[in-house]
């Protein structure tokens, strides 16, 4: 009862404001990934270090400009216990943009993002912007295991970019809801169409390479080992990449709604945050097979 006055006051808070834009973003992921975590430090600027199971589901709502529009930004926090998967199909529906949660510490918790995927294609019939969130980056992990688990998982196929992220120290949460948002602003039903997408340059659909942009710029811990990497796929793959300073070019940046360093898109795919070789070289093969058919 409580939750259905929650849920309905929520949406009425969106959709009052006027000709606010609302839309709902679904967070989903295995129990103790960080889900509410990232959540809270989104909207309240605040990290618990207490576990609490969500039980059920909790919506919060952020409102952010885009563009000199407001979006009201109505997040789902899913528990993520096995029990609540059930009712899933309720709390999914409508969904407009998904973040999938894994730990980095717990590389394997990407597993049951596949299940979570298929039960969230069930309840809507349209493609929507899809992110991986790889969370608890402040603690140890091996990049090479992260790795192995994606290039395992199906639904990296499905999604729209993996990011790296900590809700305890803050790193990247504000701008990968920011990129989520302006995904959606900018994206309409064709949303995931390479040619809705504004990578294309110097001709490269026309050549058959498969465009890269890299962004980069001051203080950025791990640009210089992460392009060092995408070259070095660049000698096998025929790929165009294009290297943005974003303190140098802002307009590009701003254009592709850039906000961390380094971000990386291949194709359709926006990577934030480290990543290592092979996760490229299987986000490159997939996207050059995607594009190209070969
Ligand atoms: N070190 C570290 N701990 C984190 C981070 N994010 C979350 N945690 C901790 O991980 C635990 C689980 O976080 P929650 O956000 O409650 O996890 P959840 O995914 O919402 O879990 P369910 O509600 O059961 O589905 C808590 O103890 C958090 O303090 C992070 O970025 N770094
Ligand atoms: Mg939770």
């Known amino acids: 009862m409580i939750r259905n006055i929650v849920l309905s ?3 009425a808070v969106c959709t009052l404001l006027g000709s606010v834009d609302c839309r709902k973003i679904v967070v989903l992921g295995n129990p103790n990934v960080g889900k509410t975590s990232i959540i809270q430090r989104y909207v309240h600027n605040q990290f ?53 949660v894994a730990d980095v510490s717990r590389p394997e918790t990407i597993e049951s993002l596949s299940t979570w995927n298929d039960k969230l294609n069930q309840a809507i019939n349209r493609k929507i912007p899809k992110i991986i969130l790889f969370n608890k980056i402040d ?53 995931g169409v390479p040619k809705k997408r504004k990578v294309l340059f110097n001709n490269a659909f026309e050549e058959k390479t498969l465009p890269v942009m890299f962004f980069s710029g001051p203080n950025c ?10 070259t070095n796929i660049s000698s096998q793959y025929p790929m165009t990449i294009k290297v943005v300073d974003v303190e ?31 996760i490229l070289r299987t986000i490159v093969s997939d996207e050059y097979t995607q594009l190209f058919g070969i």
């Not at 059920?56 to 529009?69: A, M, P, V, W």
């Not at 091996?142 to 120290?169: L, P, Q, W």
């Not at 811990?221 to 995408?230: A, E, S, T, W």
């Open 139 to 191: 603690l140890n992990y091996d990049m090479n295991v992260i790795a192995d688990e994606v290039i395992n998982s199906s639904v990296r196929k499905d999604v729209n970019g993996i990011v790296f992220a900590s809700a305890k120290t803050g790193q990247n949460v504000v701008d990968i809801f920011s990129m989520i948002a302006k995904m959606l602003t900018t994206w309409n039903e064709e949303f």
């Open 248 to 278: 140098a070019d802002k307009n590009t940046a701003s254009e592709h709604g850039i906000l961390s360093i380094p971000t990386i898109i291949i194709g359709t795919k926006t990577i934030v945050g480290e990543s290592n070789e092979q």
């Open 221 to 230: 811990d791990f640009c210089d080992p992460v392009f060092d990497r995408l």
């Open 48 to 100: 618990k270090t207490k576990y609490y199971a969500t039980l059920g589901f909790n919506i919060y709502t952020r409102y952010i400009d885009i563009s000199e529009k407001r979006v009201g930004l109505s997040v789902w926090d899913i528990g993520g216990q096995e029990a609540f998967k059930q009712f899933a199909f309720r709390y999914l529906i409508e969904t407009d943009a998904a973040i999938f």
């Open 9 to 11: 006051s929520e949406i």
